[in-house]
Each structure stands twice: as structure tokens, then as C-alpha cells.
């Protein structure tokens, strides 16, 4: 199977915050963050492994900084690296006032991608050939991020309260 650069799975999302998309503090609901990120990461996996795709899992997502309404919610993900048959995508966002350009990094999150065949099993997908220093910074630490995730699934699993 061909490696593909991380660049070629890149998306790109820009859209304005409106009120139905706030809450009462004129912010948007931290829900709607999540739901962004779910689809544009999931994209981002799609155009790595050009098979459909499950969420397998979203690490932390921490809220930096409140984006209002008014402001543009711009969201980039990218597959940062694959093993047999999961992909991790980087996802950043950002709000930037439009009247002003300035952007603020409001999140960022690793998530976790499955591919699956033709009978919803999980199949393999190609390897990740970061180019960038940022793209070469996420897939340095990859491996480790994966092992973390492996160990945190295998204690739920084996929780039993
Ligand atoms: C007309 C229709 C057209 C349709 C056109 C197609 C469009 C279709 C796409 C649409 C785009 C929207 C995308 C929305 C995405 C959702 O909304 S999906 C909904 C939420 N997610 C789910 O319901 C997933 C539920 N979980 C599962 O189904 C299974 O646990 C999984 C994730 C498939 C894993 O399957 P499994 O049999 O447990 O497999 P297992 O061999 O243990 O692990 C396989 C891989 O998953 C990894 N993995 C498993 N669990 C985890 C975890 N918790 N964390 C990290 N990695 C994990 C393993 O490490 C392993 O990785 P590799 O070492 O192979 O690289």
C-alpha cells in the first residue's frame, strides 16, 4: 500500500459563529466545537485511507480561550501518522475576528480514526510521510500517543466499577 503525505489529507474549515450556534454568555456551545471537530477530522481521515471510517476516540479537548459570536471558527485536521489500521489526525481551531484578521488558538485534539472494509472490520491504510517541521513534530511523538491509548482502552475494558 502507497504512504501518503500528511498534506494530502489536510481539510480546512472556516464558518462564522451566529446566535443559534451561542450559548447565553454569547460564546459558542463547546458541543458545537465537537461536533466540527468530529467532521472535519473524520474528512481528513477519509482523503488518507479513501475508505469510510469510524471514530475510535478523541483525546482531551481543552477550551483555551472562548470563540464569539461574530467570530470565524476556522478548523485544519490532518492524519499526523497510521498503524495497521488506525490513523491519528491533528486538529487545530482558531478564532479570528473578522473586522481585525487577528486569530486566537482557541483547541487542539488528537483523534483516532479506524478504516473499515467492506464488512465494517477494520482494515489496513497507508503510511503517513510527514513533510513540514509540524507535520514531522506530531508524527515524532505518535507512536507514544498510540501506546497511551492502547494501555487507556485496555484498563476500561478491563474495569470492573
Ligand atoms: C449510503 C451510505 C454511504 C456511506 C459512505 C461511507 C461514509 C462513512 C463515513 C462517514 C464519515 C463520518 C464519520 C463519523 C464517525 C462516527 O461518528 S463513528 C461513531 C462513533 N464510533 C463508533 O461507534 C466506533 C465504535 N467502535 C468500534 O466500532 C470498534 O471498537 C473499532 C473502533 C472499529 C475497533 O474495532 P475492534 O474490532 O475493536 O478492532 P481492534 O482490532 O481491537 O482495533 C483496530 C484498531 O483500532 C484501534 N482502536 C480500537 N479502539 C481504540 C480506541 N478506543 N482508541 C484508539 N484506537 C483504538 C486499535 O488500536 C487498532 O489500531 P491498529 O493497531 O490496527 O492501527
Do not use: Q
Request: glycine share 4%; charged share 30%; hydrophobic share 40%.
Amino acid at each position: 500500500m502507497n504512504a501518503r503525505k500528511a498534506s494530502e489529507s489536510r481539510t480546512v474549515m472556516t464558518d462564522i459563529v451566529l446566535p443559534p450556534d451561542t450559548n447565553t454568555h454569547g460564546t459558542i456551545f463547546g458541543g458545537r466545537v465537537m461536533a466540527y471537530v468530529d467532521r472535519i477530522a473524520s474528512i481528513a481521515a477519509m482523503r488518507h485511507c479513501r475508505r469510510p471510517v469510524v471514530t475510535a476516540s478523541s483525546d482531551s479537548l481543552d477550551f483555551l480561550a472562548p470563540i464569539r459570536v461574530g467570530d470565524a471558527i476556522c478548523i485544519e485536521a490532518f492524519v499526523t501518522w497510521t498503524h495497521k489500521t488506525s490513523m491519528e489526525v491533528f486538529v487545530k481551531i482558531e478564532a479570528e475576528d473578522l473586522l481585525t484578521g487577528k486569530r486566537r488558538l482557541t483547541s487542539t485534539s488528537y483523534l483516532t480514526f479506524v478504516a473499515l472494509d467492506e464488512n465494517g472490520k477494520p482494515t489496513l491504510v497507508p503510511e503517513v510521510i510527514p513533510e513540514t517541521e509540524e507535520e514531522k513534530w506530531h508524527y515524532a511523538k505518535a507512536k507514544e500517543r498510540y501506546e497511551m491509548r492502547k494501555k487507556r482502552r485496555a484498563e476500561l475494558l478491563n474495569r470492573t466499577l
